[in-house]
T-cell receptor, first 117, second 114 residues
Framework: AQTVTQSQPEMSVQEAETVTLSCTYDTSESNYYLFWYKQPPSRQMILVIR??????QNATENRFSVNFQKAAKSFSLKISDSQLGDTAMYFC??????????????FGKGTKLSVKP | GAGVSQTPSNKVTEKGKYVELRCDPI?????LYWYRQSLGQGPEFLIY????????DSGLPNDRFFAVRPEGSVSTLKIQRTERGDSAVYLC????????????FGPGTRLTVL
């Protein structure tokens, strides 16, 4: 079975600074995807960034980037130039990929990020 | 275009009652997922539909939980004889096809069982 661990329940960062959220996972699967989702108080899960396990290059999306260490099963999220609107819960998630089709998402417990002015 | 919608937004019920939660996926999306998010936790998988059929219901906690998707679009999650432990946010997500890797989430239904 797959597990996802987020060891930081809460973090805070000053506006315009950089913050890194940690995530580790455990799996015996060879094909999978990793995701970071943002959940603001509105409850709507929003995809921030995704990483295909077979790709060595780290994914980036504007101010968001990941550090994917496959051997260590680590998948951290770096937010640069933090903005007040980044305040939210952030969830790391794993998806098995088998036979060209997706499995369900397996989530960590989340990290509550507060961006302070 | 419209995203995933869920109704009601909030539902308060009494222990032992029956509830139905509705999910309208993005038009044309064939894959649909239900997740349950308890307070302070990440979402947990309940059931996955591909078209009209439940392809994986391994996450349903017990036989009080049931879900349908009769026409391959709207889905209803049904909970019988509700218990206080069923209180949670129920999230629905849809994907274009089973080989898409992005799931689009609705805003969820917050269920409170008194």
């Amino acid at each position: 079975a797959q597990t996802v661990t987020q060891s930081q329940p809460e973090m805070s960062v000053q506006e315009a600074e950089t913050v890194t959220l940690s995530c580790t996972y455990d799996t015996s699967e060879s094909n999978y995807y990793l995701f970071w989702y943002k959940q603001p108080p509105s409850r709507q899960m929003i995809l921030v960034i995704r990483q295909e396990a077979y790709k060595q290059q780290n994914a980036t999306e504007n101010r968001f980037s990941v550090n994917f260490q496959k051997a260590a099963k680590s998948f951290s999220l770096k937010i640069s130039d933090s903005q007040l609107g980044d305040t939210a819960m952030y969830f790391c998630a794993f998806m098995k990929w088998q036979g060209g089709s997706q499995g369900n998402l397996i989530f960590g417990k989340g990290t509550k990020l507060s961006v302070k002015p | 275009g419209a995203g995933v919608s869920q109704t009601p937004s909030n539902k308060v019920t009494e222990k032992g009652k029956y509830v139905e939660l509705r999910c309208d996926p993005i038009s044309g999306h064939t894959a649909l997922y239900w997740y349950r998010q308890s307070l302070g936790q990440g979402p947990e998988f309940l059931i996955y539909f591909q078209g009209t059929g439940a392809a994986d219901d391994s996450g349903l906690p017990n036989d009080r939980f049931f879900a349908v998707r009769p026409e391959g679009s709207v889905s209803t999650l049904k909970i019988q004889r509700t218990e206080r432990g069923d209180s949670a946010v129920y999230l629905c997500a849809s994907s274009l096809t089973r080989d898409s890797n992005e799931q689009f989430f609705g805003p969820g239904t917050r269920l409170t069982v008194l």
